[in-house]
């Protein structure tokens, strides 16, 4: 069973269009890592990654427009 911990979880850089979203969770080591942006009606994927060693993970992509997100592990495990 995978245990959720976040050590850091920021929304680090917003710079025009650009965000970049990095953290770190442990006990998910090597697991896949979704995003995927809230809407009112669905959550659509935006990206997903292999988690680090230690548990690392960086995202960074253009936005047009201001909009809610949510990380997500295997399993529909969501972190908010």
């Known amino acids: ?7 850091v979880l920021a929304l680090a850089a917003c710079n025009r269009d650009q965000v970049k979203i990095t953290g770190h969770i442990t006990h998910a080591e090597k ?3 979704h995003l995927d942006e809230v ?3 669905e959550n659509r994927a935006s990206d997903s990654i ?3 060693k230690d548990g690392a993970f960086s995202f960074k992509f253009d936005a ?3 909009s809610f997100y949510q990380l997500r592990l295997p399993d529909e495990r969501v972190i908010v």
Do not use: Q, S, T
């Open 1 to 7: 069973k995978v245990l959720l911990f976040f050590g």
């Open 31 to 33: 697991m896949m890592l």
């Open 39 to 41: 809407d009112v009606y």
């Open 50 to 52: 292999a988690l680090k």
């Open 64 to 66: 047009e427009m201001p």
